[in-house]
């Protein structure tokens, strides 16, 4: 039985289709803004979208966050606020060039030791 290989475009484009949002395919995109009742991002998101500057997933249902966010090297910008996060990945210190993080509004109660 041979495997199956699913390419991370593939799955991002299933999790638009699933969240009912028109996917933005410019994986070199500097912004995103999604906002849609979302209750989770694919664990390849970070790998995805790997040039972002800027990204605000506010106001969502969001109760996690994937291990690859910390992947965004590029990210200045995080706006996670008003959601159900109960913590954040570790990878999230990876971000070094982030200038703004909100994380208001969720339930998070342990911050990463390296910015807690």
Not at 34 to 39: N, P
Not at 51 to 70: A, H, M, Q, R
Not at 79 to 89: D, G, S
Request: with cysteine; glycine share 4%.
């Amino acid at each position: 039985m041979s495997k199956v290989f699913i390419s991370e475009e593939d799955i991002m484009k299933e999790w638009f289709q699933k969240v009912g949002i028109r996917m933005v395919e410019d994986c070199s995109v500097k912004k995103l803004q999604l906002r849609k009742r979302l209750t989770d991002l694919p664990d390849c998101f970070g790998n995805y979208y790997t040039e972002l500057k800027t990204l605000f997933v506010y106001s969502n249902k969001l109760k996690e966050l994937p291990d690859s966010i910390g992947s965004i090297e590029t990210l200045t910008n995080f706006n996670c606020y008003q959601n159900k996060l109960t913590k954040i990945p570790d990878s999230i210190t990876n971000l070094t060039n982030l200038v703004k993080l909100r994380l208001s509004d969720n339930n998070i109660d342990v911050l990463p030791e390296e910015i807690g």
